[in-house]
């Protein structure tokens, strides 16, 4: 498994590629802006981009998916709860940032909790953690994380965007922290790399919050 990244746009978000470097296949995990960067990047990796999986809909993730259709015609998932961002609100958003966004289609295919998720043959699992946005999803598998903005190192996301939802998000961290084990590495939207014991341990937002860490 390779897990390679760049960070893009003006909020700095982490876009994905996720790679069964045996296999030759890949899949693109929220591609926010900038999306010569990203094509860049799969084209170095050497993989054939089989899908975009979206942890969200918020417009710092979603940015970059038509430059990258624009090479690989290839499928978006996304989470149906997130339909109003991805078709509507992100555009908004765009607009009053004052941000170039071209709008695309789709999504191609609903995600739900509890799917399993393919690349090459490498197997994840989607995890609803909704309250940073209602269709908030994690892509789980193989030690890692793919959390979107759930979970950060020392911080978590936040719930005051529309259709943020703080009860939801307080279920979805506790979900979270305590289904995964101690050593799952997060791969969030934003900053650094973690992992859930250095957060269970540290994050202020998590201390004495949760039930301990399956182990």
Known sequence: ??????????????CYLLADEQAGRGVLIDPGDEAEQLV???RAANVTLDAIWLTHAHIDHMGGIVGVRRVWDVPVLLHPRDL?????????????????????????AELSDGQELSCGDLRFT??????????????????????G????????GRTDLPLGNPAEMNAS????????????????????????ERERR????????VRPLRR
């Open 149 to 156: 903005d759930l979970l950060f190192a020392g911080s978590i």
């Open 40 to 42: 860049a990047m799969v």
């Open 173 to 196: 961290l506790e979900r979270f922290v305590s289904e995964l084990p101690a050593e799952t590495v997060v791969y969030p939207g934003h900053g650094p790399r973690t992992t859930l």
């Open 202 to 209: 540290t994050n202020p937002f998590l201390t004495g919050a």
């Open 1 to 14: 498994m390779k897990i390679d990244h760049r960070t893009v746009g003006v909020f700095e978000e982490n």
């Open 84 to 108: 109003p961002y991805y078709r509507e609100l992100s555009a908004r958003s765009a607009q009053m940032y004052g941000i170039d966004f071209e709008q695309p289609e789709g999504p191609d």
């Open 126 to 147: 989607v995890m609803h953690v909704p309250g940073h946005a209602p269709g908030l999803v994690a892509f789980n598998g193989h030690g890692v994380s793919f959390g």
